[in-house]
Structure formats: C-alpha cells, structure tokens
C-alpha cells in the first residue's frame, strides 16, 4: 500500500489550498518578497543535491554529458514551450513558473525518489513522510505566490512517485545506489536552474532539461 505516497500527495494539496487562501491577503510587494525567497530557496536545495551527491558519483562526467543531450533533447521537443503554450491559454504564464518549480522540487529530489523505493522495498515510509512535511511548507509558500493552481503539482507527485513504488518491486536490483546517486545530481542541476529562473536571473528553460534525468538510466542499462 502506497501510504507514504497518499500522505504526500494529501500534504500538497493542503499546503496549496492555505497558501491560495493565505494570498489573499498578501501585497504585490510582499509577493515579490516570496518569488524571491522561493527562488534562492530552490537555488540552494539544487546546490545542496549536488554538493552532498557528487563526491559519490562513479561517474564523474556522466551529469554534463546527460545535461547536454537531454537538454538538446527537450529543446527539440519544445517542452517548455509547449507547456508554456498551454497554461497561456488560461492566461496562467506566471503559474507556469510557478508549477515547473514546484514539480522539480516535489518530485525531484533524493527523498521523493528513494522513498517510494524504501517503501516498496521493506515497507518503510520514514522519507516519504519527511517529504511531506517538507512539501507541506513548500507548497504553502508557492500557493501564496502562484495561487491554489499549485494543487496541480499533487497529482503529478503520485504519478511519479506511484510509478517508482510500483517499478521497484520489479527493478530492486537495477535501482542501485550508484544509480539514484547519478539522478539525484541531475535534479540539483535542474533545481538550482528552476531557482535562477524564478529570480529572472536567467530564463533557463528548465522543463527542457526534463528528459536529462533519463540519460543516465539508459546508461546503466548498457554498463
């Protein structure tokens, strides 16, 4: 049973719905304050990811050669912009941000990825439940700025998060260390550009450095 993921998904969308109702409230200002809080918050848990994963990759190239071709990738693709596209269509541009941001740091992230893998594995659910807790606050404060919108986030997270849970039973002795450690790296990379995104530093494109995160996987499967 996917208790973890059910709790995650459940802080999510509490902590969107007390900070769309918590925005009300809020001066343009003050919003300006928490776009940027949000993006030198996103900006240091990338740098974080990174720092603390980096020494234990096998692999030390591996994370620029995967941010190179999936980058090229997605921009082939036009991930972004087609995202973009469709929530400009309900005149929603700046949750746009607001939810490529969020999705990153909800599901990419060493805790959301190891733990449904506890979880399936020996029925542990200790991360998925720190997760949460951590989701709550975040989710809290990008819904103050982006508004309820950020709901959105939640039924993503359960797909991804389901999916791991469901694949691990299946792939327990592909899901290695060394593996998550590789893909832990790359999500940094992509959290911290999310950051500079929300701090108009520099328009990254993140969502089109999405399919990055799946280079090293096709790379274990051939070593």
């Known amino acids: 049973m996917m208790l973890g993921t059910f709790v995650n998904t459940g802080t999510i969308l509490a902590g969107s719905i007390l900070g769309s109702v918590l925005r009300r409230g809020i001066k343009e200002k003050y919003q300006n304050c928490l776009y940027n809080a949000m993006g030198l918050a996103a900006l240091g848990l990338g740098i974080n990811s990174i720092t603390s994963n980096m020494p234990e990759s096998r692999y030390p190239v591996l994370f620029i050669a995967s941010l190179a071709i999936g980058s090229l990738t997605g921009t082939i693709l036009n991930l972004d912009g087609k995202f973009q596209g469709l929530m400009g269509r309900f005149g929603k541009s700046e949750l746009a941000k607001g939810l490529s941001t969020g999705i990153l740091l909800f599901c990419i992230g060493s805790l959301s990825i190891l733990g449904p893998i506890q979880s399936a594995l020996y029925g542990d659910n200790t991360y998925l439940f720190t997760n949460a807790t951590l989701d709550f606050v975040t989710s809290t404060v990008l819904a103050s700025t982006y508004g309820i919108g950020m709901a959105c986030a939640a039924p993503v997270l359960f797909c991804w998060q389901g999916s791991i849970y469901l694949g691990a039973s299946f792939l327990q002795t592909f899901l290695t ?41 096709i790379f274990f499967l051939f070593v």
């Open 177 to 217: 260390g060394p593996l998550m450690t590789e893909i832990t790296i790359i999500g940094g990379f992509l959290i911290a550009a999310s950051g500079l995104s929300i701090l108009n530093m520099k328009d990254m494109k993140t969502l089109n450095m999405l399919p990055s995160l799946l280079v090293p996987i």
